[in-house]
């Protein structure tokens, strides 16, 4: 069973950057599945936020967040990495990487996914 490891994240002020890594366990190869990344603020559903594929490296991105978020995924390290650049307050929320096939039909539904990060803080405040 992959264990998914979360790093980064913290405190920033708005307009900063913070880059989260996700790591996946050795001997669970990355390239034959998909990472999303999803966050939740306090009192909120879970939101997706993007989706890369390591089978064929297609990456999805929540609307609000494209411009501003890139995800990326080294196979070499077995790790994806989400870049948040031009960080808002509402921003703020605890992020979670998680793992799923890449053959699932909706990449923002978090039931499609199977195992979880411990999730990593993420604060943007003045």
């Known amino acids: 069973q992959v264990q998914l490891v979360q790093s980064g994240g913290g405190s920033v002020q708005p307009g900063g950057s913070l880059t989260l890594s996700c790591a996946a366990s050795?001997?669970?190869?990355?390239?034959?599945?998909?990472i999303g990344w999803f966050r939740q603020a306090p009192g909120a559903e879970r939101e997706a936020v993007s989706y890369i594929s390591g089978s064929d490296g297609s990456t999805y991105y929540a609307d609000s967040l494209k411009g501003r978020f890139t995800i990326s995924m080294d196979s070499a390290k077995n790790t994806v990495y989400l870049q948040m650049n031009m960080l808002k307050p509402e921003d703020t929320a605890v992020y979670y990487c998680a793992v799923r096939t890449p053959y699932g039909m909706s990449w923002f539904v978090p039931s499609e996914y199977s195992q979880w990060g411990q999730g990593t803080q993420v604060t943007v405040s003045s």
């Open positions: 050795a001997g669970f190869s990355l390239a034959y599945y998909a």
